[in-house]
């Protein structure tokens, strides 16, 4: 198992930069307001002597007994509990505050190892800066500057040497390249974290009655049965009218970025307010962002019949751009439906990583076109001669011809409706990419002076690909008529 450290300290001490700075990375949101982070994020320390955890939490505030305050500080407990090492962290412009105090005998309560780090001291005399924080009782002070690095990495080592002998297992990073992830997305308040806590089967992160909890993209691992996922917890998206803090733009942003990096999104819809205008723009962006997708009906258990009906209606209306994907019925809050909805996502992922044959896939164009030609197009009809896969999440095919810039919007459609169909590409959207190509039966071009051979051979290799279906194509017709 990696140590884990675990940053504490109460708003605004710059727990987030020290956490960026550990992971080299910018996971973490940061900005010069209070009570930013509210969740435990979680991120992989680079630049040590070794591999560790690094965990962010919110301000901590011990005495908060109400709202959402007492909830980031219990996120904060459950993290301390999770810890090998604590960095707690100070303020050292500020100096020495009362609630530093609450914290420093809450520490000494968990009975975990605790390191005092003294930040924003860059520029100032160190050994006067960190004097008046041994009133802690946690040791010496250590001053540091997570914004410019100074002191960081004296600080990590410290905080490792404890587990200076990592087991073998612990020194080799993890293979995160076949786990999928899975971007949890929707409007504010439709019930997000709440899936996300049903899914892990812990209060992971913070779920409250108010919209706006969650402020950053927060990944967190689930293993269900025998399979590893990463879950990725993103803040609401509201329309952009509604936008006014700039935190929750930089939220939005962080929630966009969870869609590019996701392999499944899963768009949570609060069943109670129907499909607004807003569900349908997030659906949008994830289709244009070409992530599979599974949809999830929340808080349905809470309907009666006819508002259900209403619902499904509303669906086939407004979301009928998306009918590659599944729709399932949930209770986030009551675990209903759950199964059945990563058994989508299962497929979804399945699909959208499909590796596709060049034979199969230009076989399937060829009867396609022979069912159904493309239009003539000024005069001309075009020609489709073979295909091949371009690229994955999502599946790209690629059609070379003749003529192709001719090939209308309606005949795409039914070719991916095709590709679709016959490999049971379910939960993902399609890109369906045409290319003017040479005739593959013309006699080659003997290569002017200068001209690589690169050209003849992709065009040999079009011709046996072309061949090889057709002759596949006679057998078939052959076998038929007899």
Not at 93 to 104: H, T
Not at 215 to 229: F, K, M, P, V
Not at 254 to 264: D, F, P, R, S, W
């Amino acid at each position: 198992m990696l140590p884990t450290i675990v940053l504490v300290g109460r708003p605004n001490v710059g727990k987030s930069t020290l956490f960026n700075r550990m992971t080299r990375s910018r996971d973490a949101l940061v900005a010069d307001l209070p009570g930013l982070t509210r969740d435990r994020h979680y991120g992989r320390g680079v630049g040590a002597s070794m591999p560790y955890l690094v965990v962010d939490t919110g301000g901590f505030e011990p005495l908060a007994d109400t709202g959402i305050l007492q909830e980031m500080a219990r996120q904060t407990l459950l993290a301390i509990d999770e810890a090998d090492v604590v960095i707690f962290i100070v303020d050292g412009r500020n100096g020495l505050a009362p609630q530093d105090k609450v914290i420093a005998d809450k520490l000494r309560k968990s009975q975990r190892p605790v390191l005092l780090a003294v930040n924003k001291t860059e520029g100032m005399q160190r050994a006067i800066v960190s004097a008046e924080f041994y009133e802690l009782g946690l040791g010496d002070p250590l001053a540091i500057s997570s914004a410019h690095g100074e002191g960081v990495r004296d600080l990590v080592e410290l905080a490792l040497e404890p587990f200076a002998e990592p087991d073998a297992e612990a020194e080799a990073p993890g293979d995160d390249s076949k786990v999928p992830k899975i971007a949890i997305v929707g409007r504010p308040n439709v019930g997000k974290s709440t899936l996300v806590n049903a899914l892990l089967g812990e209060d992971r992160v913070i779920a409250f009655d108010q919209p706006g909890t969650t402020r950053d993209s927060i990944e967190i691992d689930l293993q269900r049965g025998n399979r590893h996922y990463k879950l990725i917890d993103t803040a609401g998206v509201r329309k952009r009218g509604k936008i006014f803090e700039a935190i929750e733009k930089f939220s939005v942003v962080k929630t966009m970025q969870a869609i590019e990096e996701a392999n499944v999104a899963i768009l949570v819809v609060d069943a109670r307010d129907g499909i607004t205008e807003q569900d349908a723009h997030v659906a949008a962006y994830i289709l244009d962002s070409g992530r599979a997708l599974v949809v999830a009906i929340n808080k349905w258990d809470g309907l009666e019949e006819d508002q259900r009906e209403w619902i499904k209606r509303e669906i086939d209306r407004k979301l009928k751009f998306l009918d590659f994907a599944k729709f399932h019925y949930i209770s986030a809050l009551r675990k209903k439906g759950l199964t059945e909805l990563f058994v989508s996502v299962d497929q979804a992922y399945k699909a959208a990583m499909a590796k596709l044959a060049t034979p199969q896939l230009t076989r399937v164009l060829i009867d396609a076109t022979t069912q159904h030609q493309p239009p003539i197009s000024k005069g001309i009809r075009p020609k489709l001669r073979y295909a091949h896969q371009g690229g994955s999440n999502p599946p790209v095919v690629v059609i070379h011809g003749n003529h192709v810039e001719g090939i209308k919007d309606s005949y795409k459609r039914f070719l991916e409706g095709t590709f679709r169909k016959v490999f049971q590409l379910s939960g993902t959207p399609l890109r369906v990419q045409f290319k003017q190509g040479d005739n593959p039966y013309a006699e080659p071009e003997k290569p002017k002076s200068g001209e690589g051979i690169v050209s003849m051979r992709r065009r040999k290799v079009a011709q046996r690909a072309m061949m090889k279906a057709k002759r596949e194509e006679e057998e078939k017709k052959r076998k038929q008529g007899r």
